[in-house]
């Protein structure tokens, strides 16, 4: 018996949307950004540490790329960071905040009193299973360390700012919220602001990141025969089978910047016999965290719902082994520093707006960005349509473009840092931003 493989999914509508966003790129003028304030000197040098790094980046990008570990398992990943670290006179704690594949390490100290500005440079390293680092987290992990180690001599030297520089290493961003469990434990806790570069398939200063809750539901009935007696049965796969008609029906009144998706994970054993349990796995995503919400609760209605139509019973379990990823909101004020460090290096990050926000996964570094200001730009190492979480978008993160985007992001990231420690206009204008966006909001508890 022959089968058919299913059809190749047209790319007209991916088309129209890269199409537009070209023709937006070349009508934006070019961002209007104000030249850094940081003595030349010291921002030349900043960027000579990072371009004398490259072969510390290149070997980060290359042995991460070759040796995947999936989320909460990345022990090799984390030890090669510390290691590279360790080269250079800095010290790491591995282990930090409880978490055995998290590490911590800083540089500067506080001003007179002891309060100096503190900014966090983030870095991920865990992948994916199966077709490992497709979202190029062996990029953010090289650049991170490679903007820490290019601040040593700034932040060591006579003239160095009262502040601190945080290098903290964040695993389980891939189907978890590594950030948010670090959070919780205090990570951020004494942090100002923090930052971090994503690749991507362009040069992006900012892109929508949606919100993102992780949701199950175990429906349960009643077994039975399903030939000699099916009226004495209750089926739980019904009901899944309902629930998943429902997430159907509801998406036409769904806001566009919502997504749910979904999968059957049990619905029997056999077919002689009515299900008695079924379990559904599902993403909900937003835009924005009271929109999330407002989701959330319609989606239990769904469940609900298809357990009262079937006589069944349904166990609704938010978030269970996967706290909730909350949008990203991102600091303009800090992303302008990032876009001026970025032309230095010859690149040229589009403004908002100009890709399409429905091209849109989730991070859990939004849930730092409610807590602190927060910028997450995206830096190119594949070509505009090779998507995230592919093959393609694998090979791009061990390709040829990896290690000049590590160098690069590891300038635009270290610039930024100091630029955020020295200026003291920039942070008034980054915090007095973050205020008129509504401050910071209590995350473990904003989904209670």
Sequence with gaps: MTSVPPDRPSTAYL?????????????????????????????????RAAEALEPDLREIVERLHADPEQAWQEHRSAALLVEVLARHGIDAELGAHGVPTAFRAELGG??????????????????LPVIGHACGHNVIAAAGVGAFLALREAMTSSAAPAG?????????EEGHSGKEVLARAGAFDDVDAAIMVHPYGQDVAEQVWLGRRLLTWTFTGRAAHASAQPFMGRNA??????????????????????????????GGTRPSII??????????????????????????????????????EVEILWDDGALPSLPVRTNAALTERWVAAQRRRGRDPLPPGVVSETLAASTDFGNVSFRVPGMHPLIQVAAPDVALHTAEFADAAGGPAAVPAA???????????????????????????????GGPLDVPRYFD
């Design 164 to 172: 601190r520089v945080v290098l903290l290493g964040t695993p389980a």
């Design 275 to 312: 299900t008695e349990r079924a379990v559904m796995r599902l993403y909900a995503r937003s835009k924005y965290p009271d929109t999330l919400r407002d989701l959330s609760a319609r989606l239990d209605d769904v469940a609900r719902g298809a357990a009262l139509m079937t006589g069944t």
């Design 15 to 47: 088309d129209h949307l890269f199409r537009e966003s070209e023709e937006r790129r070349l009508a934006a003028p070019p961002a209007d950004v104000a030249p850094s304030l940081l003595p030349a000197a010291v921002a030349d040098g900043v960027e």
């Design 110 to 127: 506080g001003g007179s009193d002891g309060k100096g500005p503190t900014v966090a440079i983030c870095a991920e390293y865990d992948a």
């Design 237 to 266: 796969l019904d009901a899944a089978n309902l629930a998943y008609q429902g997430i159907g029906l509801l998406r036409q009144q769904l806001p566009p910047v919502d997504r749910v998706h979904a999968t059957v994970v049990e």
């Design 407 to 437: 160098v690069d992001g590891a300038v635009g990231l270290a610039l930024t840092a100091l630029e955020y420690l020295t200026d003291d206009a920039l942070r008034t204008a980054v915090h007095d931003e973050f205020v008129a966006h």
